[in-house]
């Protein structure tokens, strides 16, 4: 069974501990992360990947509700709190569930069982055939053949992936999670949490950016950036 990546927000050192004690009853919950402070949280987001987000709404710096907002791409996120006032407020955001403190085992229980649901209707791919050198991917009800090395980049939007070619593009309802675990890739590379790259589209690197053939700049996250120029042989 593959693990639902799931991290922890709360201020409060006791009301993490409260979730992780819930959380290890489940097999397929694993705790990769548990901050106190919301600014980690969301730098943590931003690079790297996490299906599933417990959050307390009442924070210092920034509230639960707020990173929610912040986040241009954002995992599931189940809202902890201890009132019920701000339930309106969480679903008019996109929050997937809303748990009140005390949170009851029951609850709890069935709460992440929605979310595997939902989160394996997301990785669901629409990926229909692989071979060494392309793929076929199903897109406007038809199916498509990408040959490998013409894709520049992908970039997931939401429930889709969007390939980029040199002079055109396709959407498909997939993850970035899902193709990496269906497709053996020689020459890509994925450089933050929304982008896999072709390594043989790279035009340049500057800082943090790498600028492709296409002249699109994507941001490198910090953690890739030593990987990647090792990929391309810059030492």
Do not use: W
Request: glycine fraction near 4%; charged fraction near 25%.
């Amino acid at each position: 069974m593959k693990t639902i990546k799931t991290i922890i927000i709360d201020d409060e050192p006791l009301a993490i501990e409260v979730i992780e004690n819930l959380a290890s009853q489940i097999p397929f919950l694993e705790i990769i992360g548990s901050f106190q402070h919301p600014l980690d949280a969301i730098l943590f987001l931003q690079n790297n990947e996490v299906d599933l987000v417990f959050c307390d709404i009442e924070m210092p710096q920034i509230n639960g509700l707020e990173i929610v907002k912040f986040l241009e791409k954002s995992p599931i996120f189940i809202m902890i709190t201890a009132y019920r006032d701000f339930a309106i407020d969480s679903f008019e955001v996109g929050v997937f569930d809303y748990l009140v403190k005390p949170v009851r085992m029951d609850r709890f229980l069935k709460a992440v069982n929605k979310a595997k649901e939902f989160i394996g209707l997301k990785s669901h791919s629409e990926i229909q055939q692989v071979n060494d050198d392309r793929i076929f991917i199903k897109t406007e009800g038809k199916l498509v053949k990408i040959l490998l090395h013409e894709i520049v980049y992908i970039e997931a939007q939401g429930d889709y992936l969007k390939f980029v070619l040199k002079d055109q593009s396709y959407s498909t309802q997939a993850t970035l999670k899902s193709i990496e675990e269906t497709l053996v890739f020689q020459s890509f590379f994925r450089v933050q949490r929304s982008f896999i790259i072709n390594l043989e589209a790279v035009r340049s690197i500057h800082g943090n950016l790498v600028e492709l053939t296409t002249g699109t700049q994507i941001s490198i996250a910090p953690n890739k950036k030593e990987e990647l120029l090792r990929l391309l042989g810059i030492k």
